[in-house]
């Protein structure tokens, strides 16, 4: 059986290839922006047109995001975000889909933590505790971000990276509701606790009682 010839791939295509690959190589990191467009058109040896095609492109998949005025800043290392943020999730399946992750990343974290690891989600925890309410959400989801890279599953991690921006706009908008708890100790200092004394059962335990709590409080809202 005869071969299909090989097709010759747009300029555009390539240029997204090696943005892609900046970004899932971790030389440009989430939340940093990107290189401005004359410098990146200069080192790519592009026009603008095709340069901006590129960045249209790795915006609609959830990894770039374009800030008129302000740059271009990293989003997500990989376009499950994109694809999630398509899906219109509810603050119900992101609770569903953190129920199924999170445990199971804070039993890991008690297992494989190492001081590097406790010393990262210490200083998130702090952070967290000294937020303004502007800051807050931000400094919860490092929370969640160093107790998940402290399990050491790199599979895990993408996954649930990917869902970082579904989380972080589900807490904004749960904070602006009546009787949202800024505080709550299972889930974030008790895994840390937990991560310490190297006993997962209590880590998962603490990880899963705190988004019963969410659950919980989330059935209670009125709706908006």
Do not use: K
Not at 20 to 32: C, F, K, L, Q, Y
Not at 107 to 135: C, K, N, Q, W
Request: charged share 30%.
């Amino acid at each position: 059986m005869a071969l299909d010839p090989v097709q010759q791939r747009s300029l555009s295509d390539q240029v997204v290839e090696r943005l892609r690959t900046e970004i899932v190589e971790g030389r440009w990191r989430v939340g940093e922006r990107i290189p401005p467009e004359p410098e990146l058109m200069a080192d790519l040896g592009v026009a603008r047109g095709t340069l901006r095609e590129a960045l249209r492109a790795l915006q609609y998949s959830g990894m770039l995001e374009i800030r008129r005025g302000d740059g271009t800043f990293v989003r997500a290392r990989s376009e499950v975000p994109g694809a999630l943020a398509r899906s219109a999730g509810s603050l119900r399946d992101v609770l569903e889909a953190r129920s199924t992750l999170e445990p199971q990343l804070a039993r890991f974290a008690a297992e494989r933590a190492d001081a590097a690891d406790t010393d990262r989600i210490a200083a998130a925890l702090s952070a967290r505790a000294a937020a303004a309410d502007d800051e807050w959400v931000a400094a919860d989801v490092a929370v969640h971000e160093a107790i998940a890279r402290a399990a050491h599953s790199p599979i895990l991690f993408e996954v649930y990276t990917a869902l970082l921006p579904l989380l972080h706009e589900s807490m904004r908008a749960a904070q602006t509701h009546d009787g949202f708890c800024r505080d709550e100790r299972r889930g974030h200092d008790d895994v840390l606790a937990a991560i310490h004394a190297r006993d997962p059962e209590a880590a998962a335990a603490s990880a899963a009682a705190n988004l019963s709590a969410t659950e919980a409080w989330h059935a209670e809202l009125p709706p908006r």
